[in-house]
């Protein structure tokens, strides 16, 4: 290479600090400061009050929907993760590598696809007299109340989540170490211990970072609670939309935005704690 | 054993069954006579893909959608590759921080990233109008375009640039006529997948619009109002458009590792 500084390794490093400097961290950096701004006349003026994060933190109806909210997202994650492990484990181990390739490939599509729509469809599909209920009558059962309420946010949450979560206990699962297997095998242990003793402690890093990434997603999701779970009670990303589209409240809402983002790093590192923690 | 295949075949068809439940709930009910959607089917029509494409606001946004998500899944594929290609090659200080910065985006909460947006765009003049959200989509888009062209690098021997540059190329050269052509299938890729992002994407879009609305703004915005068979069609076309994207992009970078 030459010897002379050349600008070529800056024109690839410099676009991103300067895109996500200016677009990524400059808003999230506006947003807290705006926590603390004034709103007088239903105009902004930055200033640095606590007024804000008094009367937000103050309020029963936050802490109400703060946790109703990690609760529901806590709930989304253990189920999300109960309900894809026999499905990831039995891509890893009971199926061919064609079959679990194409699998991964038809899981991936839906998570890049319209949840919007999807959650739509769940309406039709929930609704009182929808094809669901329907179905259910012939056989003499029902109609359900499913939707507003938190059996049908829940629905939506595992619309949301579950492909993402399977891909990820999947690709964890199938990277184990056969021999691992084997070798508890070789040494008498039945299929119940292995499961328990040998394989979910040798994926366990994948599991987590699947319950994580589904927490995370559910905790900020404002569709399924709003359209499927009624909205009520709020969760935190209603309560965000609510205070931001009516009227100037925008500091109120930045406050509820720094409390969520607070919380999923507390989540996040707690997370990396138990995935990598107590590895000797 | 059997036993266990059995029900792992059982189990994965169940929950495949619960993931495409939706989609083809919609496509169904799209060809739906009924107004009201529910069993035994009503008879087959295009009544409702007819009333909504009727429609000159459905048609603006899809046009919108499309230069949007067109623009945005440029800007993202040429950051998501400059930021993969500067991981591959280079080593500096800070470069944890850097990269963490890199694929950030996606684990903020899209209502947040809204918010945020809205009052940034609004500083900067920017707020309703298209290239907002562009500018949005693109900062969302990234780790993902960085990512699909970060695994492509990796599949790429680091002598090749070396051999160029012995051989007399220049840096430029040698990205022109060996790095770009090697990553060429995952860059389409990565277009096609962050292209579908934005197309999809409608809270932070939601946020920043104004009247310049893309189609899953207006998705939204039906929404609010009562049960609608239009949604089925408009979402049909929306299903077809982004999975076809996602499609592509996958079977690029499926066909190329197998190589």
Known sequence: MSERPSAYPYVWRLPLLIWQGLFFVGPLVLMVAMSFWLVRNYRMEPDFILDNWDRMLGRGYFWDAYWVTVWRATLAAILASLIAFPASFALAFRVSETTRRWALFFLIVPFFTSYLVRIYAWQVLLAESGPINGVLGWVGLGPFTMLNSGFGAMVGYMTLVLPLVVILQTFSLANIDRNLIEAAWNLGANPRATLVRVIVPAAKIGLIVGCVFAFILSFGDFVSPFYLGGSKPPTLSILIIDTTKSGQQWPRAAVVAVMMIVTLFVVAFAAVGAAYGRRK | ?259
Not at chain 2, 60 to 72: D, E, R
Not at chain 2, 146 to 153: N, T
Not at chain 2, 155 to 178: I, K, Y
């Open chain 2, 1 to 259: 054993m059997m036993r266990g295949t059995l029900f792992s075949r059982f189990y994965l068809v169940a929950l495949f069954t619960f993931v495409f439940a939706p989609i083809v709930t919609s496509m169904v009910f799209s060809f739906n006579s009924d107004r009201f959607p529910t069993v035994p089917l009503g008879s087959f029509t295009t009544h409702w893909y007819q009333t909504a494409f009727a429609r000159p606001e459905v048609w603006t946004a899809f046009g919108n959608s499309l230069v949007v998500a067109a623009c945005a899944a440029a800007l993202s594929t040429a950051l998501g590759f400059a930021t993969a290609y500067t991981d591959f090659r280079y080593g500096f200080r800070f470069k944890p921080a850097y990269l963490a910065l890199a694929l950030l985006p996606p684990t903020i909460p899209l209502v947040i990233m809204g918010l945020a947006m809205l009052a940034w765009l609004g500083r900067l003049g920017l707020s309703g109008t298209l290239t907002g959200i562009v500018i949005a989509h693109t900062v969302m888009g990234a780790p993902f375009a960085m990512a699909i062209c970060r695994l492509r690098l990796s599949q790429m021997d680091p002598a090749l640039e070396a051999a160029a540059w012995n051989l007399g190329a220049s840096p430029w050269r040698t990205m022109r006529s060996v790095v770009v052509p090697f990553c060429l299938p995952a860059l389409i890729s990565a277009f096609c997948l962050t292209a579908a992002v934005s197309f999809d994407e409608f809270i932070v879009a939601w946020f920043v619009s104004g009247l310049n609305k893309t189609v899953p703004v207006m998705i939204l915005e039906i929404l609010q109002g009562n049960v609608d068979p239009q949604i089925n069609a408009i979402g049909t076309v929306v299903f077809l458009t982004s999975m076809t994207l996602v499609v592509v992009a996958q079977l690029l970078i499926l066909k190329k590792s197998a190589t």
